[in-house]
């Protein structure tokens, strides 16, 4: 059975990409402009709040989606399946690549945000 993907899960990848585009360019306003200094911190509470959400809402429709693909054969009987030991619903791979991605984005903003100033 092939996998679908919903245009709600389009939107949170494309959200999460916007919000961290938007906030990078947030970012640089605020540490230029001494008078919104003190509003750093509220923004960098909605960015990672609204970032929890996303992924959390990817997450449900990813175990979802894997439920409805995994439901078993009521022909074939059920095999035991092994605990492959997941973190927050992640593979070991999955993992690392999500870590990866996100200190690559890191280092690419402030880098950015060094060459803007």
Not at 85 to 99: A, E, F, K, R
Request: net charge positive; with cysteine; hydrophobic share 55%.
């Amino acid at each position: 059975m092939r996998k679908r993907t919903s245009p709600f899960e389009y939107f949170l990848y494309l959200a999460i990409c916007a919000e961290t585009g938007l906030a990078a360019m947030i970012y640089k306003v605020i540490f230029r402009d001494p008078d919104l200094a003190n509003l750093r911190v509220y923004f960098a509470l909605f960015y990672f709040a609204f970032l929890a959400w996303a992924i959390a809402q990817l997450n449900m429709l990813h175990l979802e989606r894997n439920k409805r693909v995994a439901t078993p054969d009521p022909v074939l009987p059920e095999v035991p399946t092994e605990n492959t030991g997941h973190v927050l619903g992640l593979t070991s791979p999955q993992l690392v690549i999500v870590v990866v991605v996100f200190a690559t984005a890191v280092a690419t903003f402030s880098c950015a945000l060094r060459l803007l100033r």
